[in-house]
């Protein structure tokens, strides 16, 4: 029995299988085949696509580029220019606070001022009814008795009457004269006259004289609404008798003397 071939074609056919398996194999290259249309469309979408994320890069850095923020010396200038505008500001408000707090000041001042020129007005017309009262001496020195020497009517609102009168006791005046005096006050309302005598029975006590030479005395007077006064009569009394009397017409001065 012949066994000289078999083991040689045994031994080329496990050398054949170990190079088809082994490492050292030929490689197999496997290819896919795709028509040129499909090859061309495919190449041009890959082309816009890198060109797309080259523009997208592009004007991202342009727009971090020109677009960043301000830089620290900006930052500090315009801090400065802040403070600058700020200090003006207080500066400003400074002023502004010292004008208002001088007009407040002038603004005092003039009220003062007028409330003084009001009272010397007051005392400049007291003044001249002194000095009225004082030239009246001399031709009266001799002339004993009461007389008004000065009397005066002002209108110093549409419901108040103002009215002085300057009292004199001629002579030596040895003794006190102790009176009171009376006002009696004409007026028109209603297109009927009527007489406001003055003072009512619960101020009796402001009309009472006492006086050794000279008296001043002066009031306001109140008005009724819608009545127009026409005159104002002064008379002074002592137990009742009239000493003196005076009158003023407001169109015009009547004095009657006792």
């Known amino acids: ?85 700020s200090d003006e500001r207080d500066q400003l408000q400074a002023t502004v606070n010292g004008f208002d707090s001088r007009l407040n000041i002038e603004h005092a001042m003039q009220a003062q001022l007028q409330e003084q020129a009001r009272s010397l007005a007051d005392e400049n017309n007291k003044l001249k009814d002194d000095l009225s009262f004082y030239e009246s001496l001399v031709p009266a020195g001799g002339t004993r008795g009461i007389a008004i020497r000065r009397l005066k009517i002002e209108m110093v609102a549409p419901n108040q009457l103002r009215y002085r009168v300057l009292l004199m006791q001629g002579g030596k005046g040895e003794q006190n004269f102790i009176g009171n005096y009376q006002i009696v006050m004409t007026v028109l309302q209603g297109g009927k006259s009527a007489m406001i005598v003055f003072p009512k029975p619960d101020a009796a006590d402001k009309y009472k004289l006492m006086f050794k030479h000279y008296q001043r005395v002066e009031g306001v007077l109140a008005v009724p609404d819608g009545a127009v006064v026409k005159s104002v009569q002064v008379k002074v009394l002592e137990k009742g008798a009239v000493r003196a009397q005076d009158s003023e017409n407001l169109q015009g001065v009547a004095h009657v003397q006792s």
């Open 1 to 85: 029995m012949a066994t000289g071939p078999q083991p040689i074609f045994k031994s080329l056919r496990w050398k054949r299988w170990r190079q088809r398996w082994s490492v050292s194999a030929p490689r197999m290259t496997i290819r896919n085949h795709l028509p040129w249309p499909l090859r061309a469309i495919f190449i041009a979408i890959v082309l816009g696509l890198g060109i797309a994320v080259a523009m997208w890069t592009y004007d991202l850095g342009r727009s971090f580029h020109f677009r960043k923020g301000p830089s620290i010396e900006q930052v500090e200038a315009l801090q400065e220019k802040l403070k600058e505008v």
